[in-house]
């Protein structure tokens, strides 16, 4: 891979291993970074990828709803790949989420989603902020979702996880500029891709299809893919937002307007 803005650089992606999350580690690559790909799900075909192309990655087995499996993240990006300088907070409970009435919403599935939706940025954050402060610079990116602008029906758990980001994000940075950490947060619009397809399967909530929704709700009269995400991360991730912290990116086509 050519050097690129984030030559040198160690990225950690949670939820790396596919989708959108496989999307930001590749591109974060393409500019120069070092990837350390931290997921769940086996990681080793987006590794791959990445050095097919020339670049560096390697991947750490996280649970990041786990305090001492996101320790051993940042130690692995320590030990394999020499530093952190950004973290992607990606990771989150969506694949696989079905769209039901609050109602019907157990304490058990509530108590998980906020497990890994705030939770894990709590956990991954305290994790990689010791190396951060030491080296007086790093950025974190916490990946919220424009559904908090909607108040999208069916989803609830997921809707309010993805609003505590937001506050987490604005707090966090009050507290760590001071050793030059930016913390930022973006807001992905409905992107169809396989994961969010799986959400509209048995068509109860809501009654049209939601890719159809999204597509008429925005600006841009199109459907929303990955590759729309990853400027807007690569940006954050760069030389060319260390004045920008504690701020919320919405990235939809213009769904919500605020």
């Known amino acids: 891979m050519a050097a690129g803005r984030l030559k040198d650089r160690v990225v950690i992606v949670t939820g790396g291993a596919r989708g959108i999350g496989r999307s930001y580690a590749l591109a974060v690559a393409e500019e120069g970074a070092r990837v350390l790909i931290a997921d769940l ?32 993240m940042a130690r692995a990006a320590l030990e394999q790949l020499g530093g952190i300088d950004v973290l992607i907070n990606n990771a989150a409970l969506y694949r696989g989420l079905v769209l039901r009435p609050f109602i019907e919403i157990s304490g058990e599935e509530w108590d998980r989603m906020m497990a890994v939706n705030l939770r894990g940025l709590f956990y991954c954050a305290k994790a990689v902020f010791p190396t951060m402060k030491a080296r007086t610079a790093g950025k974190i990116i916490n990946i919220a979702s424009s559904a908090i602008h909607q108040g999208m029906p069916g989803m609830l758990h997921y809707v309010t996880s993805k609003a505590g980001v937001v506050g987490f994000t604005r707090a966090m940075a009050r507290e760590v500029g001071r050793w030059g950490i930016t913390v930022n947060a973006v807001a992905p619009g409905y992107v169809l891709d396989e994961a969010s397809r799986g959400l509209d399967a048995d068509k ?3 009654f049209r299809p939601l890719d159809e929704i999204a597509r008429q709700a925005r600006c841009l009269k199109r459907d929303q893919v990955e590759a729309d995400l990853v400027g807007t991360i690569l940006y954050l991730c760069s030389a060319d937002s260390d004045f920008l912290t504690g701020q919320l990116i919405t990235v939809d086509g213009g769904d919500s307007l605020y």
């Open 41 to 72: 799900a086996e990681g080793a075909e987006a590794v791959g990828a990445i050095q097919a192309r020339g670049g560096v990655a390697c991947y750490c087995r996280t649970d990041v709803s786990d305090e001492t499996s996101a320790a051993a």
């Open 204 to 206: 109860r909530l809501p």
